[in-house]
C-alpha cells in the first residue's frame, strides 16, 4: 500500500531499516525552523512543511530514498522580535547535520539532500555542505524547494514581495498540512517600505541584517487570503518532479 | 476544552505565544533520540515519548508551563551498532539546547526544564545546564522522567536489567503513544553476559564504554512481553505528579 | 586630487586615519580569493579585483567611506584541484571577518560593507554577517558586485555558463587591473557537461558539491576572447552605480 | 619494598617508565578539585585524595596499572560562592584529559581508568570518555570511587545529606592524607532547608542549578565531628577491593 | 630576467604553478600586520615589508623558494589604541596559517617557512606551527626576519628602545619599499617611562600585558630620523644572507 | 613562624582564604610540565620547580602574594618521543589558565603571574596571556623565571646547549627540590649536531618543529655532572630577588 512504501527512519525499527539499507541510495534530511508565521500558520511550519515534502517524495522515489529526522529548528534571527521564535546559531545548525551525516555514513550511506523549507537555512546548508563534504568525502546536495516550482508560481501567486507566511506558504500548507493553517484568521502581509534599495529580500543582490520587524507588523508577506489547495499542489507536485529528475541524475554519478 | 489547555509552542501563532507568555513560568524541552529500539520499537520513540509526557504535563501545569519544540536526537553512540542509529556529539546536542534557551530568554523566559527520556542523554544534559547556566545565568533542571517512578516501577516491572526497549518502556509507549510499538513482534531481550562487574548499565558503580551490541543481540533489555497499557499508565502518572511537584517548588522560588 | 581623495586604511598613517574617523561612515571591506582562473588570469584575481572596485568606491564616496585591508583568500575548496588554489575553512573566514569588524568598531565605525568578488564566499559572507551582527550589534550588508550590473551584462556578455576566467571576468580585469591579464594566452573555457540537471552554478537552484576539474578542463567559463575593456568598464560603472544607492539609503538610516 | 613497588609517572624518569610500559595494562587518571571543603578540610582535598587513592591502586595493581599526573582542578561552578575555589569549564576538564589520553596511547597505553574523587565532574567524566573513545578508539572507565564502599558507608556513615566536607570525607582524609584535614575546625555542616523536593543532591532524581551557599553555610554537610580513620580505612580498603576486581576484568577483556 | 625569475605564487596563473612546483622546496608565508607605525609609517607597513622581503628572497633562492600571499593582518592588540589598528584573535592567525599550509600540502608542498614582520606574532606563530606540525606532519620553521641582522644593526643603530617605527623599520622601509613613508613628518620616538623593571619590551624577560599608548605618545619608539636606505639595506641583505643559509640546511634535511 | 607565613591556596580552608584575600596583591600560578628530563631527573621536574619556586616567593611576598594550584603538564610534543611525556595542546593550555584566572577574579583578584618553569610553555604563555587579558581585562605578566638569572648563570653554568636536564636544571632541583634528582644517574648529555644553523634552541633565532631525539640521544643537554647546590642556590635566589622587584612595580601601578 502507498502509505507504507516510503522509507521514514522515525517510522522504522532497525530489522526494517536493515533490510532498507540494501537499496537507498540516497538519504535526505527535511530541515524547517521554529519561527513566527503570522497570524494564520503556527510556528512549526516549516519543519512541518519539510517533513511532509520529504514523505510524498520518498514515496515517489521508494525504494531509493530514505528520510532522515527533521532538523526542526534553524536559522531564524530575523524572526526573533516576534515571541515565540527560536534560532539556532549556524555552527550549531552545521554541526546537527554534521552528526546526522556521519552517523548515517557508518549506516553505509554515501548521498545526502538537505530538502530545506525555510530561506534563512539556505546560506548556512551551503556553509554546511562544504565542511562535511570536506571532512567527510561525502557528496551533498541542498535546495530550498519551492525555488524549484517556476511554472506553478508564475501561474499562480500574484502577491509582490512573497515568501513567508504568505499566498505561497499558506496554499502549500493546505495541500500538504492543513492543520497548520488557522483558516479565519488568514490575512495580508502589514507591510513596511522596504528600508533600503537592492535589498535582496525584495529581490535584489545586495544581503543586509534586517528583521521582518523592519518590514512586516503582522510577521507576514504577500496575501494570503489568496492561498488556495490547488496552487499548493502545483507548486509542491512542480518541485516534486524536479527533485526526482535530479535525484535520478545524483544517484547515477559514479 | 482539555486538549486546547496546554501551550505547545508548535502548535501556536506568534499572537498566541504572546499571550500565553504573560502567564508562563516554565518552559520545558523535551530532548529525545533517535536509535535503535529493539525489534519492537521504532527509532524515535524517545522522541516520541519525551513530547508525549511533556504534553500531558503542560495540560496538568497550564498555564505555567509552556513545551518547546522537541529535540528529536540525542547522544546514541552505544547503539551505533544498530541499523539507524544517529548519534549528535555531546557538544552538539549542547549548543542546540542552549540556541533554544538563549532565544526564550529573549521572549522573557526565565526557568527551564529538560525533559528527558534517554538515559544516554542525562550526562550531556548536567553538563549542558551548568554551561548555560554560567553564560546566561538561567535556572535549569532536569530530568530522565523514569526515574520518578519508584513506586508503579517496584509494583509492575519484574524484569531484570531494565532500561531500553524493555517491560517498562513498552508499558510506557502503549499508554503515551501506541503506534510506536510494533505488537505483533515484541520480544524479550536477547541477552549476553556483562563484560564487567560493577558496570553502570548493571546497577553498578562504574561508567565504561560500550555498545548495545556487547549486551544485547536484539537491542532489547528486560522482557517487553510482560508489558501493559496499565503499568505505563501508572509509571507515567507517578512521574508526571512529581515532576508537578518539583515546578511548583521551582517556579515559588525567588 | 582625485587619486588622494579616497580613504584607504592600508596608506594611510593612524594621525591620518584619526582625522578621517570625523567623517567616514561605513568601512568596506574588499574580500577575494586566492585560486586558480584559467590560463589567462593570475591567481589573485578576485582578491585585487576586489581591491580595485573598492578604491573607485571609496573614491567616489569620499569622504564617507574608508577601505579596509583586503581579505585575500577565501573558500575556495572547488578549485583545490588545480594547482596553486588556496582555500580557506569558511570558519577561518568568518573570524578573519569578525577580528577586522571588532577592531574597527573599537575605532568607532558602525556600519560594514563586504565587498564580495568571489562566488564561493557569498554563502559564507551570509552566515558571517548574520553571527557577527548577533555578538556585536553591528549592520553589516555583503555583495558580490558584479551580481548588480543586470543592464551591462545583457547588452555586452555573450557566453552562456559564465562566471569565472570568463568573458565577464576578464573585461572587468581589462579596466580594473590590466596586469592581471596575461593576454597571449586568453581562451574560451574547455567546457564538460554539467553533472546534473537544476544545479545552481549551471543557473538552476540546486546546490551540490562538485569541482571545477568536473566542469571545465581549463579551469576556465564562458568564452573570454570576447572580452573587451568597454564591456569591463560598464559593469564595473554600473555596479559602482547601485552599490552608491545602496549606501547613500544604508547610511541614512538610523 | 612496598612502596617502591608502584608506577607513579611523575616519580619516574624515563627510562624508568620505558621499562614498566612492557607490563602497564592500564592507565589511571586521578581527578580532583580545587574548592571550598568547609572550616576543616584544605582546598586541595579532592585532588589529595584522588591522589594517594591511585597510589594505594598501583601498588595493589603492580605491575599492572600506572598512575598519571593528577587533575587537580575540576568542575566546581556550584562551590563559587566560597572563596578560593576554582571551575575549569567542562569543555576545559574534557580537552585535559582527551590530551593526557592521547599522549599516554602514543606511548602505548590502551586503556584508562578516571580515578575521580569530585561528585561534580562525574557527568563530565562520562561526557569525556564518550568524546575520546569516539575520537581515539580507547576504552575508558570512570569511577567516583566512594560509591563502591556500600557496605562500609552502610557500617560507618550516620549524617544525613552526606556528600562534601562530611562524616564521610573526613574519615577518608584521616585514613589517606590527615595533613588535609584542620583537626581543631572539625564542624558539623551548618546546613539550610533544601529548595526544590526531588533534588538529587538531597537523594532524588532531578538535577537543578544550586549552589553549596543555599544548602550549607559553613560549606560543609553531614556531621564531620563523628569521622574516624577506622571508617575512613574501610571505605577505602572496600573501594579498593572493588575496582581491583573490575580491572582485572577490565583488563581480561579482549 | 631578474625581475621575472621569482615564484610569486599571486602572479602566477594555475599553469605556470604546475611547473613551478616540479622544482620548489620551500612554501614562504609573508606575515604582517595592519597597526599605526606612528606619524611616518603608513599601517600597512609590516605587510608590505614581509612581502618585498619574501620576493627578494625568492628571487635569490629562485627556483626552490615559492611565495604564498601575504597574511595582511596579525596580532596586534597592543596598538588598539591608535586608530586604524586591526587585530586578529591568535587563533584566527592560527587558523589562517594551517588553511594555507593545508592547501599548499593538497598541491604537494612539504616544508614551511612563516616570514615575519611583527614581533607581536611571534608567539602565536609559534603555536601555530606546533598545531600544525601535529596536525599535518609539515616540517614548519618561523622567523621575524630582522632578529638574523646582529651585525648590520650593530653597526648603523643608535636608538634606544628599538622595534618599532623606529630608527631600523625606517631604514628598511626607504629600502624595501619607500613609498610606505612619509618623509616629512618622520619623527623620533615621543617615549614614556617603561611602567616595570625588566619587561621584555625594554630588553628584559617578563612578558607583561601593555600597550603602545604607555610607553610612546606618538606610536614610534628609538629615532627615526636617523634612518637611511643603507642601513636598511645592509639590515635586510645581511637577513637574506642568513634566511637563505638556513634554507639550504631545512630543504637538504631528510 | 616562616614556614607558614606564605599564601599557598592548596594548604587552606575557605576561611583561612577570606582573610588572606584582604591582603593578596598577585596570584602566582606555576606552569610545569609533565615530560622527560634524561635518566637523571624525574619527569615532574618542571611542575615540582615550579611549585617550590612559587611557595619561597609567596615566602618572600608575604601577604601580597597568593600561590594557585600548579598547572601540571604543558606543551611538550618535543618530548614525545621519550616514554612517559604529557603534552597539552596549547589551546588546552590556555583554556586551563583562562579558567583559573576568571575563578580568582571572582575572588576579588585582579593581577596574575604565569610562572613558568618550562620553555616550551612561553609562546602559549604569551598567548594565553594576551588572550586572556582581552578577554577579562586582568593584567596578566608571564616569566620563564631562571631567564633572569644571568649573573648567577655567568658565574656558575659552564655548559653550552644548556636549557633541559642540564648543569643548570639539576643545580636548581638540588636546591629547590632534591628528590626530583637521580643522583647515582646524573649523565652528560648525548648530544648530536644540531639539524639546521640559526635555530632558536642553539641561541640562533629561527624556531623550526624538531624533537629532542633529534639533538641528544639521553634527553639530557649540557653537563650535569657538573651540577651543584650552591649553582642552584645562587640561580633561585637571583631569579627571586628580580621578580620581587617587578612585582613590586606590578602592584604598584595603578
Given at each position: 500500500m502507498a502509505e507504507n512504501r516510503?522509507?521514514?527512519?522515525?517510522?522504522m525499527t532497525w530489522p526494517e531499516v536493515k533490510e532498507a539499507l540494501d537499496k537507498v541510495k540516497v538519504a535526505?534530511?527535511?530541515?524547517?525552523a521554529h519561527e513566527q508565521h503570522g497570524p494564520h500558520l503556527v510556528e512549526s511550519c516549516d519543519a512541518v512543511r519539510a517533513t511532509e515534502f520529504c514523505r510524498l517524495l520518498a514515496h515517489r522515489m521508494y525504494p531509493k530514498v530514505i528520510v532522515a529526522p527533521t532538523v526542526n529548528m534553524g536559522v531564524s534571527y530575523h524572526h526573533m522580535p516576534f515571541p515565540g521564535t527560536i534560532s539556532l546559531k549556524p555552527a550549531t545548525l552545521i554541526s546537527?547535520?554534521?552528526?546526522?551525516?556521519?552517523?548515517?555514513?557508518?549506516?553505509?550511506?554515501?548521498?545526502?539532500?538537505?530538502?530545506?523549507?525555510?530561506?534563512?537555512?539556505?546560506?548556512?546548508?551551503?556553509?554546511a555542505a562544504t565542511i562535511i563534504h570536506e571532512k567527510l568525502g561525502i557528496d551533498i546536495a541542498w535546495l530550498q524547494y519551492t525555488s524549484l516550482?517556476?511554472?506553478?508560481?508564475?501561474?499562480?501567486?500574484k502577491s509582490q514581495l512573497s515568501g513567508h507566511s504568505c499566498e505561497r506558504e499558506v496554499s502549500e500548507a493546505?495541500?500538504?498540512?492543513?492543520?497548520?493553517?488557522?483558516?479565519?484568521?488568514?490575512?495580508?502581509?502589514?507591510?513596511?517600505?522596504?528600508?533600503?534599495?537592492?535589498?535582496?529580500?525584495?529581490g535584489g543582490q545586495i544581503g543586509v541584517n534586517y528583521t521582518f520587524k523592519q518590514i512586516t507588523a503582522n510577521g507576514a508577506l504577500g496575501d494570503a487570503t489568496r492561498a488556495t489547495y490547488e496552487a499548493g499542489k502545483d507548486i509542491v507536485e512542480e518541485a516534486l518532479n524536479r527533485v526526482c529528475e535530479f535525484l535520478e541524475d545524483f544517484i547515477g554519478k559514479r
Open positions: 516510503a522509507y521514514i527512519l522515525t517510522e535526505v534530511i527535511p530541515v524547517g546537527v547535520l554534521e552528526d546526522i551525516v556521519a552517523s548515517l555514513k557508518v549506516h553505509g550511506l554515501k548521498k545526502f539532500l538537505f530538502l530545506n523549507a525555510h530561506g534563512g537555512n539556505q546560506a548556512t546548508l551551503e556553509v516550482s517556476r511554472e506553478a508560481m508564475g501561474q499562480h501567486i493546505l495541500y500538504l498540512a492543513p492543520h497548520l493553517v488557522k483558516k479565519d484568521r488568514i490575512s495580508p502581509g502589514d507591510l513596511k517600505d522596504l528600508p533600503y534599495r537592492y535589498m535582496s529580500i525584495g
